[in-house]
């Protein structure tokens, strides 16, 4: 299984995913294990997959709601945000209303994603990334800190720049 | 004007570095073409059809004498000796090298400029009134909140990856100068009853393949709400616009098939969340952008300076140049000048890096080292001495930059078009200068008075043409390039789209269609009309039957 870039470092991967091809059955019968399922999947068997006591969790595609996890947020230890083309930007929004709504386990970036979007990803609440298969994980690491100082407020810095500079009584 | 902090030199430099990499590793190989696509053009960098172009934001048109010259510097050492300013207030560059682009950026960011997203499809460019903190008829100085805007859109993460391009209008006076209803966000600042300072928001304007004037979503919004509710307007339409087709994913098409109830419903459902929360601006925070716009050291000065008056009554050239290039102004014994780009025969909006360091000459020795671009492709000095404007008049018509047609029809908006565009169906500038060359009887010019005439190469109508009392649309006819005729368009606070006249002309007749559409006004016309005023009054059928009725009976 891939790696994936977790919080800062490269860490090897347990989860398997489940429904990333077409056609797939939301109530066709489950691997057992740490499986992430499809928002369809979970809402099509969530009792089923709440009963057996595991890591369970959820990945949701470009269109998929957010709200349609907001009374599940605590039960999932992962919830990933596929991005087929990393030019569909609507997962960054997704992101902030899961964490809005007080999600506070993994939320992964996963698809076709590299380097270059990591920084952004990063301020909008993801905190683990699954990049495309030629990125070099560790050399890709430093993008994160692409970036010194931002002027607007998001999830992983909610007070934008005038408060803070504010609040540090100096404008530099 | 705004100066950069540690805090603003720290966010361009790692953006200079960054590119600087990307660029590399696309070079090497390590990026494809798909990938690096949306990363140059949210650096402003097209793939053109003769080379790359290079699109510099000039925030809020905005400008001061030193980066005049950096401009002048870059269209030297890494072009060929020229720009473009364009309509939204920035300048292109039509041919630089790949390769030399970080170098660009880095030179730009020595002067407190950048390329950053004047392309691509998240927040471009926040643009204004080119009098702003001049105009007579202003109750707010909207830069203040441009700026304020300007940083907040700087690489705001959530969105960069919008279904479209996203263009914020800003205004602050009685007439709209800036086409806020054309825009995907228009804020017109306002005062109310007890004097509080707010935004009308106006949401899905815009130009294009399908024209719409904006709805107005919120008549005041307190402005310490301005970020949280742009951002709400954004996330609405981050998720539901359309990703499906590149014709309808600007905002426009999600408030039409919402309807403005529905969407507005919407988002004001979403800014629930932003009230209240860190985004909220601070009074300390405006203060402090505003300390950067502060009015210039005016001298007292009477209202009528006696040696301008003389100098009108001694040059008729003169005095026409300041009838259509020199502006009102909030001071007494001060004025704001046009400095037009609109020569016939050269491409509207286009500076050579000689008259870029002449004009940055100007600003220093008569308006204070700053100048602004505006939308519609000229240079303007905003503080001028009314006593110097003679002298004034003299050193910019020695350039070629004192042409007294501001407001008039040779005073022609226009795309690059089909020579230099890859977007576009058909040339522009041939045909600008075309209608130029036909109208180039100064005393007939002034004589049939104010009209805006727009041309854009293509859909995309980067040349305004909706807009223009005559707007043209380069149109393509199984590989031909057709020219479409609308009338009746506007700008400003009676924005309106101009009416198709009828079916479309080859490059060649368009001089003498021109011609008789300013025949049929002047015919027709009563004393005190503009002719968009006489084509409000009579519609298109007294101008469509001049223009198509010899061809007709040619058919017939």
Same mark, same amino acid.
């Given at each position: 299984?891939?790696?994936?870039?977790?919080?800062?470092?490269?860490?090897?991967?347990?989860?398997?995913?489940?429904?990333?091809?077409?056609?797939?059955?939301?109530?066709?019968?489950?691997?057992?294990?740490?499986?992430?399922?499809?928002?369809?999947?979970?809402?099509?068997?969530? +009792?089923?997959?709440?009963?057996?006591?595991?890591?369970?969790?959820?990945?949701?595609?470009?269109?998929?709601?957010?709200?349609?996890?907001?009374?599940?947020?605590?039960?999932?230890?992962?919830?990933?945000?596929?991005?087929?083309? @990393?030019?569909?930007?609507?997962?960054?929004?997704?992101?902030?209303?899961?964490?809005?709504?007080?999600?506070?386990? +993994?939320?992964?970036?996963?698809?076709?994603?590299?380097?270059?979007?990591?920084?952004?990803?990063?301020?909008?609440? @993801?905190?683990? @990334?699954?990049?495309?298969?030629?990125?070099?994980?560790?050399?890709?690491?430093?993008?994160?800190?692409?970036?010194?100082?931002?002027?607007?407020?998001?999830?992983?810095?909610?007070?934008?720049?005038?408060?803070?500079?504010?609040?540090?009584?100096?404008?530099? | 004007?705004?100066?950069?902090?540690?805090?603003?030199?720290?966010?361009?430099?790692?953006?200079?570095?960054?590119?600087?990499?990307?660029?590399?590793?696309?070079?090497?190989?390590?990026?494809?073409?798909?990938?690096?696509?949306?990363?140059?053009?949210?650096?402003?960098?097209?793939?053109?059809?003769?080379?790359?172009?290079?699109?510099?934001?000039?925030?809020?048109?905005?400008?001061?004498?030193?980066?005049?010259?950096? !401009?002048?510097?870059?269209?030297?050492?890494?072009?060929?000796?020229?720009?473009?300013?364009?309509?939204?207030?920035?300048?292109?560059?039509?041919?630089?090298?790949?390769?030399?682009?970080?170098?660009? !950026?880095?030179?730009?960011?020595?002067?407190?400029?950048?390329?950053?997203?004047?392309?691509?499809?998240?927040?471009?460019?926040?643009?204004?009134?080119?009098?702003?903190?001049?105009?007579?008829?202003?109750?707010?100085?909207?830069?203040?909140?441009?700026?304020?805007?300007?940083?907040?859109?700087?690489?705001?993460?959530?969105?960069?990856?919008?279904?479209?391009?996203?263009?914020?209008?800003?205004?602050?006076?009685?007439?709209?100068?800036?086409?806020?209803? =054309?825009?995907?966000?228009?804020?017109?600042?306002?005062?109310?009853?007890?004097?509080? !300072?707010?935004?009308?928001?106006?949401?899905?304007?815009?130009?294009?393949?399908?024209?719409?004037?904006?709805?107005?979503?919120?008549?005041? =919004?307190?402005?310490?709400?301005?970020?949280?509710?742009?951002?709400?307007?954004?996330?609405?339409?981050?998720?539901?616009?359309?990703?499906?087709?590149?014709? /309808?994913?600007?905002?426009?098409?999600?408030?039409?098939?919402?309807?403005?109830?529905?969407?507005?419903?919407?988002?004001?459902?979403?800014?629930?969340?932003?009230?209240?929360?860190?985004?909220?601006?601070?009074?300390?925070?405006?203060?402090?952008?505003?300390?950067?716009?502060?009015?210039?050291?005016?001298?007292?000065?009477?209202?009528?300076?006696?040696?301008?008056?003389?100098?009108?009554?001694?040059?008729?050239?003169?005095?026409?140049?300041?009838?259509?290039?020199?502006?009102?102004?909030?001071?007494?014994?001060?004025?704001?000048?046009? =400095?037009?780009?609109?020569?016939?025969?050269?491409?509207?909006?286009?500076?050579?890096?000689?008259?870029?360091?002449?004009?940055?000459?100007?600003?220093?020795?008569?308006?204070?080292?700053?100048?602004?671009?505006?939308?519609?492709?000229?240079?303007?000095?905003?503080?001028?001495?009314?006593?110097?404007?003679?002298?004034?008049?003299?050193?910019? /018509?020695?350039?070629?930059?004192?042409?007294?047609?501001?407001?008039?029809?040779?005073?022609?908006?226009?795309?690059?078009?089909?020579?230099?565009?890859?977007?576009?169906?058909?040339?522009?500038?041939?045909?600008?200068?075309?209608?130029?060359?036909?109208?180039?009887?100064?005393?007939?010019?002034?004589?049939?008075?104010?009209?805006?005439?727009?041309?854009?190469?293509?859909?995309?109508?980067?040349?305004?043409?909706?807009?223009?009392?005559?707007?043209? =649309?380069?149109?393509?006819?199984?590989?031909?390039?057709?020219?479409?005729?609308?009338?009746?368009?506007?700008?400003?606070?009676?924005?309106?789209?101009?009416?198709?006249?009828?079916?479309?002309?080859?490059?060649?007749?368009?001089?003498?269609?021109?011609?008789?559409?300013?025949?049929?006004?002047?015919?027709?016309?009563?004393?005190?009309?503009?002719?968009?005023?006489?084509?409000?009054?009579?519609?298109?059928?007294?101008?469509?039957?001049?223009?198509?009725?010899?061809?007709?009976?040619?058919?017939?």
């Amino acid at each position: 299984m891939p790696d994936v870039i977790r919080n800062g470092a490269v860490t090897p991967d347990a989860w398997t995913f489940v429904g990333l091809g077409e056609g797939f059955d939301a109530a066709a019968p489950l691997p057992t294990g740490a499986i992430v399922v499809p928002l369809a999947a979970w809402q099509a068997q969530r +009792e089923a997959l709440l009963a057996r006591n595991e890591s369970i969790g959820v990945w949701l595609a470009p269109a998929d709601d957010a709200e349609a996890l907001r009374g599940d947020l605590g039960r999932l230890a992962l919830i990933a945000v596929q991005f087929p083309k @990393f030019t569909d930007g609507r997962g960054y929004s997704t992101a902030v209303l899961l964490r809005r709504a007080g999600y506070q386990g +993994e939320l992964r970036a996963f698809g076709d994603l590299g380097r270059d979007q990591l920084f952004y990803l990063s301020r909008v609440g @993801f905190d683990a @990334f699954a990049l495309r298969e030629r990125e070099d994980l560790a050399g890709a690491i430093a993008s994160l800190r692409d970036f010194h100082e931002t002027y607007q407020g998001s999830i992983n810095q909610p007070a934008p720049l005038f408060r803070r500079r504010e609040t540090a009584g100096t404008t530099r | 004007m705004y100066r950069y902090d540690n805090y603003d030199h720290s966010i361009v430099a790692d953006r200079v570095a960054q590119f600087r990499d990307q660029t590399r590793r696309y070079l090497a190989g390590q990026l494809t073409d798909d990938e690096f696509r949306p990363l140059r053009l949210q650096n402003g960098l097209y793939i053109q059809r003769q080379a790359p172009m290079l699109r510099v934001a000039v925030p809020y048109g905005m400008l001061s004498s030193e980066q005049l010259r950096m !401009l002048a510097h870059i269209a030297r050492k890494y072009d060929r000796g020229y720009g473009h300013f364009t309509t939204r207030q920035n300048i292109q560059y039509n041919w630089p090298k790949l390769e030399e682009v970080p170098d660009i !950026l880095a030179d730009l960011a020595s002067v407190e400029m950048h390329a950053i997203q004047t392309s691509g499809n998240c927040i471009r460019n926040i643009t204004t009134d080119h009098f702003a903190g001049v105009a007579p008829d202003e109750h707010v100085d909207p830069r203040v909140l441009a700026e304020i805007l300007r940083q907040w859109s700087t690489f705001h993460p959530e969105f960069a990856f919008l279904p479209r391009k996203f263009k914020i209008a800003l205004s602050g006076s009685d007439q709209d100068r800036a086409a806020t209803l =054309l825009h995907d966000i228009g804020l017109h600042a306002v005062r109310n009853e007890s004097g509080e !300072l707010g935004l009308r928001v106006i949401v899905g304007g815009g130009m294009g393949r399908t024209p719409i004037i904006g709805h107005v979503v919120r008549d005041f =919004l307190p402005w310490r709400e301005m970020l949280t509710y742009c951002e709400a307007v954004l996330r609405v339409y981050n998720r539901h616009g359309r990703r499906d087709n590149l014709y /309808k994913s600007r905002i426009k098409i999600l408030v039409k098939a919402l309807g403005p109830q529905e969407f507005t419903r919407q988002v004001e459902a979403e800014w629930e969340f932003g009230k209240g929360s860190p985004s909220v601006l601070t009074d300390a925070e405006y203060e402090r952008i505003a300390k950067h716009f502060t009015r210039p050291a005016y001298e007292l000065l009477p209202a009528l300076d006696p040696f301008y008056v003389e100098a009108l009554a001694d040059s008729r050239a003169f005095t026409k140049w300041t009838e259509r290039n020199v502006h009102a102004h909030q001071v007494d014994g001060y004025a704001s000048v046009t =400095l037009s780009l609109k020569k016939t025969g050269l491409p509207p909006g286009d500076a050579t890096a000689e008259q870029m360091d002449f004009v940055a000459g100007l600003a220093d020795r008569y308006s204070f080292g700053e100048l602004r671009v505006s939308h519609e492709q000229n240079l303007i000095l905003a503080d001028v001495r009314k006593r110097d404007l003679f002298a004034l008049w003299l050193e910019a /018509k020695s350039q070629g930059l004192a042409t007294p047609n501001i407001g008039l029809l040779t005073n022609i908006v226009c795309c690059p078009g089909g020579d230099f565009c890859s977007l576009a169906n058909a040339k522009s500038i041939p045909i600008a200068e075309a209608i130029q060359r036909r109208f180039d009887d100064l005393d007939y010019l002034h004589d049939i008075g104010e009209l805006d005439l727009n041309i854009s190469g293509c859909m995309n109508s980067c040349g305004h043409h909706h807009v223009g009392h005559i707007g043209i =649309l380069g149109v393509d006819k199984n590989g031909a390039e057709w020219y479409q005729v609308s009338i009746g368009g506007d700008q400003g606070n009676d924005a309106a789209l101009g009416h198709v006249i009828g079916p479309s002309f080859a490059a060649s007749q368009m001089p003498e269609v021109i011609e008789k559409l300013i025949d049929t006004y002047v015919d027709v016309r009563t004393e005190e009309e503009r002719f968009i005023d006489t084509v409000k009054r009579l519609g298109v059928a007294p101008f469509k039957a001049r223009v198509y009725g010899s061809r007709e009976a040619v058919h017939a």
